[in-house]
C-alpha cells in the first residue's frame, strides 16, 4: 500500500475505470483525493490518488511535490524500474499504465 499511487499517461487521455479502481485498491486508507500533476517537456501528467492523510500532512500544499513528480516525468533517468519513490516520509507508487 501507498500514499500516493500514479499513472502516467499521455495529457490527451484519461483514466480508464479499472485502472481507478485497481490505483484505490493500492492507496492507504480510506479517504483519498485526486491528484493530476503535469510534465513540464513532455505531453504527459501523472493521474492518481493521494491519501487524505498524506494530503493534510503536506497542509494540502503539493507544490514540492508536484516538483518531485515532474522532475521524474521530465527525465526518464531518474525512473525507478519498480516504480517506487520516496518523498519525504510518504511512499510513491507512479508507472505507466501497462504495468499498474
Keep these: 500500500m501507498y500514499d500516493i499511487v ?14 481507478a479502481v ?8 480510506n479517504e483519498i483525493i485526486p491528484i493530476e500533476i ?9 493521474m492518481g490518488f ?7 500532512a503536506m497542509d494540502f500544499d503539493y507544490s514540492s511535490l508536484e516538483e518531485f ?4 516525468l521530465d527525465d526518464m533517468e531518474l525512473e525507478n524500474e519498480d516504480g517506487i519513490y520516496h518523498f519525504n516520509d510518504f511512499s510513491i ?3 505507466r499504465g501497462e504495468y499498474l
Excluded: P, Q, W, Y
Excluded at 22 to 29: E, F, P, Y
Design 6 to 19: 500514479l499513472l502516467e499517461k499521455c495529457i490527451e487521455t484519461g483514466l480508464r475505470k479499472s485502472d
Design 22 to 29: 485497481r490505483m484505490l485498491s493500492l492507496v492507504n486508507g
Design 38 to 46: 503535469e510534465a513540464h517537456k513532455h505531453e504527459s501528467s501523472a
Design 50 to 56: 493521494i491519501s487524505f492523510h498524506a494530503a493534510e
Design 69 to 72: 513528480i515532474t522532475a521524474i
Design 93 to 95: 507508487l507512479l508507472t
